[in-house]
């Protein structure tokens, strides 16, 4: 197998002319080239209106030294792909089955890897699975009725289950993890495109049906899923796990258990801290959602109307004087603000796009740093309680409704009274409000002036009546559960930090990567008795 690299084709044409392009590259005829895969695809705009298509393919060829020898082009490799296949190398009987501990991608891409190698285990999720998820979540955005168990947060699938599903990560990593990742996403529904699409999405509505077949899969291995059971206590004995306490009243006994609990278990937080856990908090983000019509951003990313290329998006950062970095995140295209809320007299808020991201407007997360300098006292907790407070701030401000302000309104620090040309595009019950109240003073002055920086590299970004919403506070977890770097366990043996919630993870893949590595551990300990 040969790998081609900077394949440029125009982008309204898309893969048009693709295999011709290869061939021409390995110098060679068309109908020599017996398979030709996309491995990734990435757009260049910088001739923008002039955009293109730049390819990595894989081929098929006879004669493959043949042809390496007459082409000649540092763009010609040879393919190497990394096959993902962890060591099963356990020494330990189970006495148990393993326990994983929430069903987000970290504690279902654990539980499947687990379960593939016939260790049978055992998922709790606190919420409701997916189906019975959706229902509660959309009645909460038409009533305001909140389900502290079961809503954004908490459920089959984890946060990301209501978000993007953006699967693109920064992880750098040689074991075909993430490769992995992306494959079983396929082999369970989603688009086969997101294996070469450069920044791969899945949408909220597409990655709903790829985890139930994902539980559906490791109820076939043997595996049992059990939702509405949570985590209320661990029993321990010198330093060990012995039994999980669940829902207050039930004992699990489990020498092994994944805790992939997400960045909202905030109750699991105190109780870890109850029970001695080594823990440390850590720096997050936190803001505002800003919205603006998505032809803006695609005006300012293509140079034109974007018409058959998909929605644009955008990555922005800066460096303030005052020494904050503020940045935007999770980039939803064409997609809405939903209230994220999980606790009650709190609200929180995120971004959701659908798989077509064919919404009216763009949002994004504009999020400036906090480390544990800004928390209140030093409580290993502290950042939760800051997340807390921000939270309550905007409950206030929206009397429990998302509270809304225009961005000039943001910087003269009054409500806005009306609209400008963007409407919001929401889930959830919305009003105006004063967004910037619900920020300490530094973290308001840094999103006013970080704005005005982002309008010189997208024009329009700093427009007046571009809509704000608070707050965005979870965009990672306050707390990191500390774990042992070689068999990754807690300061408590047979306990199992995980994913983004145990402050390993930042996104829906290296989460899940996160998962298959705290598998791995596990494989390594333990063997089936």
Known sequence: MLRISQIKRNAEKGEQGLKRAAAKELRIREEEIQNLRICKRSLDARKKPELYYVYTVDVEVNDEEKILRRCKSNKVTRAKEVIYAPEQSGTIPFKHRPVVIGMGPAGLFCALSLARTGFAPILLERGMDVDRRQEMVETFWQTGQLDERSNIQFGEGGAGT???????????????????????????????????????????????????????????????????????????????????????????????????????????????????????????????????????IDQSQYGKERGTLPAADYKLTCQLPNGRGVYSFCMCPGGYVVNASSEEGKLAVNGMSYHSRNGDNANSAIVVTVTPKDFPGDDVLAGVEFQRKLEAAAYEAGDGKIPVQLYHDFCKKQVSESLGETTPSMKGAWTFGNVRDCFPKEIGDSIEQAVKVFGRKIRGFDRGDAILSAVESRTSSPVRIEREKETLESSISGIYPCGEGAGYAGGITSAAMDGLKVAEAILKKFKIK
């Open 162 to 296: 209501f978000s993007d599903g953006k699967l693109n990560t920064a992880v750098k990593d040689a074991t075909g993890r993430n490769t992995f990742v992306l494959k079983t996403f396929v082999e369970f529904g989603a688009p086969e495109e997101i294996l070469w699409l450069n920044k791969p999405h899945i949408g909220t509505d597409l990655l709903r049906e790829v985890i139930k077949n994902i539980r559906k899969e490791i109820l076939r291995l043997g595996g049992d899923v059990r939702f509405e059971a949570q985590v209320t206590d661990f029993e321990i004995q010198k330093g060990q796990l012995r039994a999980l306490i669940i829902n207050g009243a039930e004992r699990l006994e489990c020498e092994a258990a994944v805790l992939a609990i997400g960045h909202s278990a905030r109750d699991t937080f105190a109780l870890l801290k109850k029970r001695q856990f080594s823990m440390s908090p850590k720096a997050f983000a936190v803001g505002v959602r800003m919205e603006h019509p998505q032809h803006l």
